[in-house]
DNA sequence: CTAAATGCAAAGAGTTTGCACAAAT
DNA sequence: ATTTGTGCAAACTCTTTGCATTTAG
């Protein structure tokens, strides 16, 4: 359609060593429409309008592929299951992307940022969670 | 055991108002000895070696009480599902606790922080993501 | 032509729930 | 005595996988 938006799509695709399938490039176009942070069920709701016969399972597949290719990122990585620790000191979090590890940094280390107790349109904040979010000395051998 | 500790989880049960129960205890005490980040799986495994008859399903529920409870806290928010977003502008989350909304906010409008791109231990840094906990407007009134 | 992607259905992982029994208040 | 919690098993949700078929390069 948008020849534009198609050429760039093409361009990530070869990028990616991708194939330019139509699954692939109706799920960008819808991606790229999308405001908010859907999830894959919303995001194949959206796309079976275009493809009704699009499987649940592709929209799965494109959606790890766009992430590992960074045009997606995922809004709270995904660790496979909860973690919890104890709500004690101010320290934050450094974690892999690759092996999802999970290490600590205090604060102080981060180096402050400003904090409000309130935001516009009435949030009541409680705490502010920082991840730094990269790569672990080992999975840079990869 | 432990005369202060013991009396802090009971103080603690009383103003949840919940039982003071062996499990709930050992839970706590587990919590509290385990470093880390640990998962529900794993919390079990270290609680089964001093109740060796408890349930994964206890271990679940306690869980979520103490969450509740604010004893402890989830390293990430859980929204049930994967959610993600066009990785774009630099922007941040403000996440409501109780019903897991999700908004944007500049990175402008929260105050800088100063970056690094590397961390001691040779962490490679790819982006820091800043998430605001707390309440929505709508939640306040619950 | 051959390599890769799709769709389907089944399997898997993690988590929750209902209910009978047991323990706490 | 009554309420609350536990353990078990079944159910559920979200996600992944295997494989035959289809499509892209």
Same mark, same amino acid.
């Given at each position: ?20 399938? +139509?699954?692939?490039? =109706?799920?960008? /176009?819808?991606?790229? !429409?999308? #405001?908010? @942070? ?39 990585? +995904?660790?496979?299951? =909860?973690?919890? /620790?104890?709500?004690? !000191?101010? #320290?934050? @979090? ?49």
């Amino acid at each position: 359609m948008a020849a534009a938006a198609d050429i760039s799509f093409r361009a990530l695709c070869e990028q990616q060593g991708i194939a330019v399938t +139509h699954q692939r490039e =109706v799920l960008y /176009e819808v991606m790229q !429409s999308m #405001h908010g @942070h859907p999830s894959p069920e919303e995001i194949y709701a959206e796309v079976r309008q275009r493809i009704p016969t699009i499987s649940l399972a592709t929209v799965y597949k494109n959606i790890h592929l766009f992430v590992e290719s960074g045009v997606l990122r995922e809004v709270s990585l +995904h660790h496979g299951t =909860v973690r919890v /620790e104890m709500a004690s !000191s101010d #320290h934050h @979090h450094v974690v892999c992307s690759r092996c999802k590890s999970i290490t600590d940094i205090d604060e102080a280390e981060l180096g402050l940022l400003p904090k409000h107790d309130r935001l516009p349109g009435g949030f009541l904040v409680e705490r502010y969670a920082v991840d730094v979010i990269g790569l672990c000395a080992k999975c840079q051998q990869a």
